[in-house]
């Protein structure tokens, strides 16, 4: 006996967004084994092989990503983006710029969680950056094994690390101590303030 899935049972096995697979449907490419009688997708599991719907990623649009850690930094957050524009376009990719205003050690930031909705749903082919450091401090390797299971080609234009490299990595140090340090003695004890005034010190004499 035959087994039918939803859309959305459906494109999870095949790794892709339900808007991919209504798409497809318009593009012929894979249609719904039937319907409901309320309208609904029905899709047969014998059609689900992945290998034989994959789209080429060259085909899929390409993202930019661009971030800085602080608002004081608007104007390398422009120049990043101006970067990511003028490279994406000598290639001639179709693309979008993502941004965002956060430290590399925040994996909560709205823009960074956009983008791996985008990569799971396998809606984008391509993923440019101006260096590794502007996705993630620590981490960013898992996102890249991400992005390769998926077949989204990563570019990074800068492989060396950028000037204010130490800079932003003293403030994410100063990140990580000021939150476990307010677990550890409240938010508003005279000793935690003093230490983030002492942490806050070192990092302006970076």
Same mark, same amino acid.
């Given at each position: 006996?035959?087994?039918?899935?939803?859309?959305?049972?459906?494109?999870?096995?095949?790794?892709? !967004?339900?808007?991919?697979?209504?798409?497809?449907e318009?593009?012929?490419?894979?249609?719904?084994?039937?319907?409901?009688?309320?309208?609904?997708?029905?899709?047969?599991?014998?059609?689900?092989?992945?290998?034989?719907?994959?789209?080429?990623?060259?085909?899929?649009?390409?993202?930019?990503?661009?971030?800085?850690?602080?608002?004081?930094?608007k104007?390398?957050?422009q120049?990043?983006?101006?970067?990511?524009?003028?490279?994406?376009?000598?290639?001639?990719?179709?693309?979008?710029?993502?941004?965002?205003?956060?430290s590399?050690?925040?994996?909560?930031?709205?823009?960074?969680?956009?983008?791996?909705?985008?990569?799971?749903?396998g809606?984008?082919?391509?993923?440019?950056?101006?260096h590794?450091?502007?996705?993630?401090?620590?981490?960013?390797?898992?996102?890249?094994?991400?992005?390769?299971?998926?077949?989204?080609?990563?570019?990074?234009?800068?492989?060396?690390?950028?000037?204010?490299?130490?800079?932003?990595?003293a403030?994410?140090?100063?990140?990580?101590?000021?939150?476990? !340090?307010?677990?550890?003695?409240?938010?508003?004890?005279?000793?935690?303030?003093?230490?983030?005034?002492?942490?806050?010190?070192?990092?302006?004499?970076?």
């Amino acid at each position: 006996m035959n087994k039918f899935l939803g859309i959305q049972d459906a494109a999870k096995c095949l790794g892709v !967004s339900p808007q991919t697979l209504r798409r497809w449907e318009k593009k012929k490419k894979m249609v719904p084994a039937h319907r409901t009688q309320g309208g609904q997708r029905r899709y047969s599991v014998a059609q689900l092989n992945p290998s034989d719907f994959c789209e080429n990623p060259v085909d899929r649009p390409t993202v930019a990503y661009a971030r800085v850690s602080s608002h004081d930094q608007k104007e390398d957050l422009q120049r990043q983006i101006h970067m990511l524009e003028m490279y994406c376009s000598s290639k001639g990719w179709s693309f979008s710029v993502t941004k965002d205003l956060g430290s590399g050690m925040n994996y909560n930031k709205r823009g960074l969680k956009l983008l791996l909705e985008q990569i799971m749903g396998g809606q984008i082919g391509r993923l440019v950056l101006t260096h590794k450091d502007r996705l993630l401090r620590f981490g960013a390797e898992l996102v890249f094994s991400l992005c390769a299971v998926k077949r989204v080609e990563v570019v990074i234009i800068n492989q060396g690390d950028e000037p204010s490299f130490e800079e932003e990595l003293a403030k994410d140090v100063l990140e990580i101590i000021t939150v476990f !340090s307010a677990r550890l003695y409240g938010s508003r004890s005279h000793k935690n303030k003093q230490l983030i005034a002492n942490l806050q010190n070192a990092v302006a004499n970076v």
